[in-house]
């Protein structure tokens, strides 16, 4: 089994940042595809951004491209995501998931909820115009 406990979420201005941590424990190999997912009110679960913790390019989603930075944490199975530039558009619960089956998070697939076989409870982020 894999726990995934995030935080980091809160309430900003549109224009301020947050940062997400996310943290894997339990049986967690050294690389994985990890992604941020988004959830808002009435809309499905959309992939926000991924990585292979065990190296590889960062995926994102066109609408935070220049905005948001995946990135491994300091601490082993740790990945944060830095928000900067919000938007009132991107308040949403916030997820962080887990693929413990494959190294490296695919350019087709990663975004797919799908993928993920593990999953946090979430994080809310709310930003006000």
């Known amino acids: 089994q894999v726990q995934l406990v995030e935080s980091g979420g809160g309430s900003v201005q549109a224009g301020g940042s947050l940062r997400l941590s996310c943290a894997a424990s339990?049986?967690?190999?050294?690389?994985?595809?990890m992604g941020w997912f988004r959830q808002a009110p009435g809309k499905e679960r959309e992939g926000v951004a991924a990585i292979a913790t065990g190296g590889g390019s960062a995926r994102y989603a066109d609408s935070v491209k220049g905005r948001f930075t995946i990135a491994q944490g300091n601490a082993r199975n740790t990945v944060t995501l830095q928000m900067n530039s919000l938007k009132p558009e991107d308040t949403a619960m916030y997820y962080c998931?887990?693929?413990?089956?494959?190294?490296?998070?695919?350019?087709?697939?990663?975004?797919?909820?799908?993928?993920?076989?593990?999953w946090g409870l979430g994080t809310q982020v709310t930003v006000s115009s």
């Open positions: 998931a887990a693929d413990t089956t494959r190294t490296t998070c695919d350019s087709g697939s990663w975004s797919g909820p799908s993928q993920y076989n593990y």
């Open positions: 339990g049986h967690i190999g050294g690389s994985n595809c």
